[in-house]
């Protein structure tokens, strides 16, 4: 099975840039209040999901695996 990942971006710290629906159109929409969210709540685990994450300017955008729970993005600290 493919790897699976939960997304949610985080709606107190989004200051709706627009980069995350810009970037990844398939997998990220604004809602009417120019807010970013995941198209869905399980995407498929992908470098393009990962980037978008990664260039989101304050990492309101979490990544987990939908299978482990263990977090993708931002990395746990160790």
Known sequence: ??????????????????????????EFELDEDGQGHARSAILPASEEV??????CPIEAIGITNADTGERVFPPPVV
């Open 1 to 26: 099975m493919a790897e699976r990942w939960t997304v949610g971006i985080d709606k107190r710290m989004c200051v709706r840039t627009g980069l995350c629906a810009a970037s990844a159109p398939e």
């Open 50 to 55: 990962l980037e978008v994450a990664e260039s």
